[in-house]
């Protein structure tokens, strides 16, 4: 028994010996299971590879997709020719990506610049190496790219009639999704989203507020906030005038009021885009510049 014992053993060991030197004989990927960057800002996806029939002499083909399977785009693909310095991308190349490293050192790491909240996703490397027979290899897990941003108020506008009421609406975007108040004058106001999130990618990092019950001649402060800032804008909604006879009479004026935390007023707009008819508003709203 105890030979049987020993026997079984020393196959075991075998077995594992030779799985691990074809592992260090093989092709080996290393990515980073999760990246974060913050929009605006260029980012690094690192990605190093290595295999025993790689020579300076071979010619390499990097690929990196968003997404996998038939799903999947890809984003940037270049080729590294024998004793070219550099890995030629195609011409029709996005000029926001870019490889940051250089295959010649078994460095695939890709450079996207300028990130935007759309690239929030799994990204996956992929490396061909062209001799006497093809080769290629990619990680079959990626990297989870996510990219935060501070909040942004993209709207806010008043909307109804003096019958049915006024209700303002904030429109926001921030990731992670920033928390909405509302702000009176004197203090802290019961706000509601307007409609649940939005499918799709935009979803989850845009959101609408709406406050009811706005009464013209007071102002409401819409305040948006994450983990990386709050951005707030007030709105000023101004009684409705009645009608008058006058040709070229001027029209209400809305003022919008945007202040990011820790800076000086960024900017103030505002005009009216209400038309008083019947002492009602209608299509009351305000913008940026």
């Known amino acids: ?3 049987r014992l020993l026997c079984s053993t020393l196959t075991l060991l075998l077995s594992v010996t ?16 999760e990246v974060r960057g913050i ?28 997404g996998h399977g038939q799903g999947a785009t890809v984003l940037y693909r270049c080729t590294s020719r024998s004793g ?9 190349q996005d000029q926001r990506y870019r490889l940051g490293g250089n295959p010649r050192e078994h460095d695939l790491s890709l450079r996207i610049s300028n990130t935007i909240l759309q690239d929030n996703g799994r990204y996956y490397c992929r490396v061909e190496v062209q001799g006497r027979e093809h080769i290629s290899f990619e990680d079959k ?15 806010l506008s008043v909307e109804g009639t003096e019958q049915s009421g006024y209700r303002a609406l904030c429109r926001v975007q921030g990731s992670p999704l920033p928390d909405v108040q509302w702000l009176g004058p004197d203090d802290l106001l019961e706000g509601s989203l307007l409609r649940p999130l ?5 979803g989850h990092y845009h959101t609408v507020s709406q406050l009811r019950d706005v009464e013209p001649g007071q102002q409401y402060t819409c305040s948006a906030s994450n983990p990386l800032g709050k951005e707030q804008a007030t709105l000023y909604v101004l009684p409705p005038q ?22 000086k007023v960024l900017l103030l707009v505002g005009m009216g885009v209400w038309m008083v008819q019947g002492g009602a508003l209608q299509g009351l709203s305000c913008w940026r510049k």
């Open 198 to 202: 939005a499918q799709g990618s935009t």
């Open 242 to 263: 009645p009608p008058l006879s006058l040709a070229g009479a001027s029209p209400p004026l809305l003022l919008l009021l945007s202040v990011s935390l820790g800076a």
């Open 84 to 92: 070219a310095p550099t890995c030629e991308p195609g011409p029709k």
């Open 141 to 155: 897990m990626g990297t989870r790219l996510r990219v935060e941003a501070p909040p942004k108020i993209l709207g």
């Open 1 to 3: 028994m105890d030979a």
């Open 18 to 33: 030779r799985a691990l030197s074809s592992a260090e004989d093989g092709w080996f990927v290393k990515v980073q299971p």
């Open 39 to 66: 929009e605006g800002y260029p980012v690094v996806l690192p990605c190093t590879f290595g295999h025993p029939q790689h020579s300076q002499h071979s010619s390499l083909q990097v690929v990196w997709r968003l």
